[in-house]
C-alpha cells in the first residue's frame, strides 16, 4: 500500500506505523519535553546525524515536527513536536479500534496548599514571558506560582498587553521587567526559556529546576503587528496547557522527589 502523500491526513494504521518507528518514538519523546536542535538530539537518541535528519525529514511531512531557525544562530535550527496534532492523530487512531479508546484533552491540575514555582525566560521581558506567566498563572488556578525574567528588559509591549485584556481577561500593563539575575539564587521547579538567545545565557539555578526551552519567534520582530502576538499567546497557551498535565502528574506521583524552599 502506497503512503500517504505529503500534508495529507494519516488514516490510523499510518500514523501507529510513522510514530511507532523507535527512532521516531524516541525524537517525539525529547521533543515532547523541549524544543531540540539536530546536533542535540543526535546525542540524546545515540544515532548518527544523518539517521536523525531522515527521520525528522518523516515527521515534519507529517506535520507531526516543524523547524524554525534559531534567532541567536542563524545557522541553527529548533525542532518543536505539535503535541496538539499528535494528540488528535493518536484519538483518532484508538477511536477507529473502539469509540471508548478516544482521548480527552489534558486538564490543569487542581489547587494544592505547595504551589510549584515557575519561572519564564526571554530577551526583553516585555512580550513572551510575561504572557506565559499569566497563562500559567490563569490555566493553574493558582496551582503554580509563575515569575517571568529577561536578559535585557524592555517595558511590556502595548500589544501584549492588548491580547491579553481582550483574549484572555487578564491585565499585564503593571508588569514591571525583571533582569534575570534577580532570580538567580530562588528555588525554582522549572525554568522554560522561550527565547533561543536566553537559553544560551541562563544561569545554573541552584535548585537544580527541570528546565525546558520552546523556540518561540519574538512576535515583535519586523514590525507591530497584532496577529503575531495574538498567535503567540496562542501558542504559549498550548504548550502550557500540555505543560500542566506533567506537572500535575508528578505532582501526584509519590515516587516524585519534594523539592525544599
Known amino acids: ?15 501507529l506505523q510513522l510514530a511507532g518507528h523507535p527512532v521516531r518514538w524516541r ?8 524544543d531540540r536542535m539536530v546536533h542535540e ?4 537518541v545515540d544515532e548518527p546525524q544523518n539517521l536523525v ?32 496534532r499528535f494528540g488528535d492523530l493518536l484519538s483518532a487512531a484508538g ?14 491540575p487542581p489547587p494544592r496548599p505547595d504551589p510549584v514555582r515557575v519561572l519564564f525566560l526571554c530577551t526583553g521581558n516585555s512580550a513572551r514571558s510575561p ?15 509563575a515569575h517571568s525574567a529577561g536578559s535585557e528588559p524592555r517595558p511590556v509591549h502595548p500589544l501584549a498587553v492588548g491580547v491579553m485584556r481582550d483574549q484572555y481577561g487578564v491585565d499585564i500593563s503593571e ?21 533561543d ?33 495574538q498567535d503567540t499567546a496562542a501558542e504559549l497557551e498550548t504548550r502550557i496547557g500540555f505543560l500542566l498535565a506533567v506537572i500535575g502528574e508528578r505532582a501526584d506521583d509519590p515516587r516524585t522527589p519534594k523539592q525544599k524552599p
Open 1 to 15: 500500500m502506497s503512503a500517504s502523500p505529503v500534508g495529507a491526513e494519516l488514516a490510523p494504521h499510518e500514523f
Open 27 to 34: 525524537l517525539l519523546g525529547e521533543l515532547a519535553r523541549s
Open 41 to 44: 538530539l543526535t546525542g540524546l
Open 53 to 84: 535528519s531522515y527521520h525528522l525529514g518523516k515527521l515534519r511531512d507529517a506535520k507531526l515536527v516543524s523547524a524554525r531557525r534559531s534567532s541567536a544562530d542563524r545557522r541553527d535550527n529548533y525542532y518543536t513536536v505539535d503535541l496538539t
Open 95 to 108: 477511536g477507529a479500534l473502539h469509540p471508548a479508546l478516544r482521548l480527552t484533552s489534558p486538564t490543569a
Open 131 to 145: 504572557m506565559a506567566e499569566a497563562l500559567a498563572q490563569l490555566g493553574s488556578g493558582g496551582f503554580v506560582e
Open 175 to 195: 508588569h514591571e521587567p525583571t533582569p534575570l539575575d534577580v532570580f538567580a539564587d530562588q528555588r525554582f521547579d522549572w525554568v522554560i526559556s522561550l527565547c
Open 197 to 229: 538567545r536566553v537559553r544560551e545565557v541562563c544561569p545554573d539555578f541552584p535548585s537544580h529546576p527541570e528546565t525546558i526551552h520552546w523556540s518561540v519567534p519574538n512576535p515583535s520582530d519586523d514590525g507591530a503587528d497584532p496577529r503575531r502576538f
